[in-house]
């Protein structure tokens, strides 16, 4: 759980990167230096629900950067994840282009960079310290680029509802020879049973790459760690209990790889 004493600073910031400038949040308790957090949000952006997971990991001890992945498009770009179906061609034609903007080839790997460097270059950032990486949906294969782009950097990753497995070159989880972290990987039971495979494909090149890892399959659905996600089915995606024990396995995470 969150240390209900510990004050935190919560900043609007921009960062200064080669395609633009980057809006992000920054967070972290209001005294004192500790262990840098990057956070990838999901395909509808940053917005109310993300920044109070980044205000979670903050009142932790560490210090969170939340950035909008959809900087190159415009400033402060999110969606309703409740207006938004799948099924409906005009719905995926308004996310397709904000997601291809931060995963076309290099353009996530650039960021990192700038994201850790501005990290880096705060006084509420302990540089002595790995700093940790944990990405939802669209944001897990994110998160495994910037491990593997910044290995020696990067301490621990996690992973939650996020694809990191297929059958194209660029699949996730080849990239594990190139990370040093200390990942966890959540998985929802619906991705689980629409790609039984997965787990085996990334625990064999967790291990082939010698990566420190430890998986899981969620009893929930793909999204139940995010607040705002709409009932899907008759069922709500958003699972509070789910989603907590999640939170805390990332927290077990940190507190181990970045401490």
């Known amino acids: 759980m969150a240390d209900a004493g510990l004050r ?28 840098g957090v990057l956070i990838w949000v999901d395909a509808f952006g940053m917005r109310p629900v993300t920044r109070e997971i980044g205000r979670r990991v903050a009142a932790a001890g560490y210090s969170v950067l939340i950035p909008n992945p959809f900087y190159r498009v415009g ?10 179906n799948f099924k409906n061609p ?42 940790g990486v944990q990405g939802y949906c669209m944001g897990g294969p994110l998160m495994m680029r910037t491990a593997a782009v910044l290995p020696h950097r990067i301490g621990a990753g996690a992973s939650l509802h996020g694809n990191l497995v297929s059958d194209k070159p660029d699949s996730p989880h080849l990239l594990a020879p190139k990370i040093k972290a200390r990942l966890y990987v959540g998985i929802a039971a ?22 420190a890892a430890e998986m899981e399959v969620y009893p929930a659905q793909h999204g139940w760690c995010i607040a705002d996600m709409p009932v899907e089915n008759g069922a709500p995606v958003y699972n509070a209990a789910e989603a907590e024990r999640a939170m805390g396995k990332v927290l077990e995470l940190y507190g181990k790889a970045l401490r």
């Open 8 to 35: 935190l600073t919560e900043v609007d910031v921009e960062i200064k990167t080669p395609d633009g400038i980057c809006d992000a949040a920054f967070i972290h308790p209001a005294n004192g230096s500790f262990p």
């Open 90 to 131: 005009d719905d995926l034609a308004k996310l397709r282009p904000l997601m291809a903007s931060v995963m076309a080839p290099g353009n996530a790997e650039k960021d990192s960079g700038d994201y850790i460097a501005f990290l880096d270059a705060q006084k509420e950032v302990d540089q002595s310290k790995k700093i």
């Open 190 to 211: 619906s991705d689980d049973a629409r790609q039984p495979d997965a787990k085996g494909k990334l625990s064999e090149a967790f291990a082939e790459a010698h990566v």
């Open 75 to 84: 400033k402060g770009i999110s969606l309703d994840p409740s207006k938004i």
